[in-house]
């Protein structure tokens, strides 16, 4: 069973710009979840879908915004990129609503604003 | 959810046992308790979860507190491999984590 794909796996962008990343789950998993890693942030929960409604959202500005596709991709988008939104972005992927079911993660696309 | 505390670092001998602890005196009744790990230019691995009891799988053994408020992952046999970052963290009914800081466990030959 293939694992969590994320593309691109590093990216350069320039501040003012907006970013599309991609994340492709476990076959059969409906839950997907989206995180920022950052040296001082450390990892933190952007958004989680499941069967392409988002149920949580984490303390980020409307800058950042995903979605969810009927065969569970989902993809992030960074509008107005900052030079504070370098950073490693991972998604998760679950087979459930979450909770009694593990997470999987992908590798993350490495995304650097100059 | 609740906020989880971990140790910033700790050591072990190779082929010793690992206790690693977490404090998450918030919890509710509802909540999971995750672990994870992450090794450099990784994303997180899934260690092992629990609610009420405690749990074993090939990888390691988690240890719950009665009351919940804390928790303890053990390694049986730490390997040069198990060097990473620990995270424990807790969840109700969503792939939704909020990860503290972490222990950074060192592993010695």
């Known amino acids: 069973k293939a694992g969590v794909t994320q593309t691109p796996r590093y990216l350069i962008k320039t501040r003012g710009q907006q970013v599309t990343l991609s994340c492709s789950p476990i076959s059969g998993h409906r839950s997907v979840s989206w995180y920022q890693q950052t040296p001082g942030q450390g990892l933190q929960f952007l958004f989680e879908y499941f069967s392409e409604t988002q149920r949580n959202k984490g303390n980020f500005p409307g800058r950042f915004s995903g979605r969810q596709f009927s065969n569970s991709r989902s993809e992030m988008n960074v509008s107005t990129l900052e030079l504070g939104d370098s950073a490693l972005y991972l998604c998760?992927?679950?087979?459930?609503?979450?909770?009694?079911?593990?997470?999987?993660f992908g590798q993350g696309t490495r995304l650097t604003v100059v | 959810d609740a906020k989880t505390t971990q140790p910033n670092s700790m050591e072990s001998n190779e082929e010793e046992p690992v206790h690693l602890p977490c404090n998450h005196s918030?919890?509710?009744?509802?909540?999971?308790i995750h672990w994870y790990r992450q090794l450099p230019s990784q994303g997180p691995e899934y260690v092992i979860h629990?609610?009420?009891s405690n749990v074993n799988n090939r990888m390691a053994s988690l240890a719950i507190a009665e009351d919940r408020k804390s928790s303890t992952l053990i390694l049986h046999r730490a390997t040069l491999r198990d060097a990473a970052v620990y995270y424990c963290t807790t969840t109700y009914n969503f792939n939704k984590f909020y990860f503290g800081s972490g222990t950074k466990l060192n592993v010695k030959p």
């Open positions: 629990g609610l009420t």
């Open positions: 918030t919890i509710s009744g509802t909540d999971y």
């Open positions: 998760a992927s679950s087979d459930g609503p979450g909770g009694n079911t593990e997470a999987f």
